[in-house]
């Protein structure tokens, strides 16, 4: 299942473009060959999480391309993770941004810091689904069609999965991380809740604070499993 280390540096996949970002960077998702993959599971939502985007890079590196069984895009916003924001260019955060029944266009607020509080503001579109990533990836999930989304976040520490599905409760478990059926505070336009309006199965992953090293050698075999088909579904 794992190749050599010697072999990890690059990626050894056919990356399909499936949008692109406000300044143009292209969305790429890594689709397994052959057969319908159930899962998609995507990173680099929030720039300021480059972490998500780093694990899952290493992971799909680690193992050998053709034990691959689901889809993986690792970068959702390149132009915030190039940038540092958490937001895209437009300063939209794209997590707010999808086309939910209580989607809202008053601005969010998140904290600069764990000890500060929330009054850095960003955007939340002009209108639900109005930012090229979010259109993207909504045409991406109507062309796959998977079962079930792990999308991963930080720094919260936690496994949000409002169903406690087999796969979101054997994640938790693996990880040694809460289950939790919510994060506290209301979310409108969030991809969460738009899949929930939808009947479409996400699971959060919150990785908790720390190095990226050591969220590697938390994580790594877990999400390896999960990528080679080898999770509950």
């Not at 680690?62 to 916003?77: D, G, R, T």
């Not at 915030?80 to 955060?93: E, H, S």
């Not at 479409?200 to 992953?205: A, G, K, P, R």
Request: hydrophobic fraction near 35%.
């Amino acid at each position: 299942m794992y190749r050599d280390r010697s072999k990890r540096g690059t990626l050894e996949y056919e990356m399909q473009v499936f949008g692109e970002s406000v300044l143009g960077a292209p969305l790429e998702v890594i689709t397994p060959g052959g057969g319908d993959p159930e899962l998609l599971v995507l990173a680099g939502q929030h720039g300021d999480e480059p972490e998500t985007t780093a694990l899952l890079s290493s992971v799909v590196r680690s193992i050998e391309p053709h034990v691959l069984k689901a889809s993986v895009v690792l970068a959702l916003n390149p132009d915030g993770l190039a940038r540092g924001t958490r937001a895209n260019a437009r300063g939209i955060d794209l997590n707010r941004n999808f086309p939910t029944e209580n989607w809202s266009s008053e601005d969010v607020c998140y904290r600069w810091s764990d000890d500060s509080p929330r009054d850095v503001v960003l955007g939340t579109g002009a209108s639900p689904g109005s930012e090229p990533e979010t259109t993207a990836l909504l045409s991406l999930i109507d062309q796959i069609k998977p079962s079930a989304v792990v999308t991963l976040h930080a720094p919260l520490a936690c496994v949000d999965d409002p169903d406690a599905s087999p796969l979101g409760s054997w994640l938790a478990e693996e990880c040694n991380l809460p289950l939790v059926s919510d994060i506290g505070y209301p979310t409108p336009g969030s991809f969460g809740t738009w899949a929930g309006e939808k009947g479409l199965s996400v699971i959060t992953f919150e990785l908790p604070h720390a190095s990226i090293e050591e969220h590697k050698k938390q994580y790594a075999e877990t999400f390896a499993k999960l990528l080679c088909g080898q999770a509950p579904q």
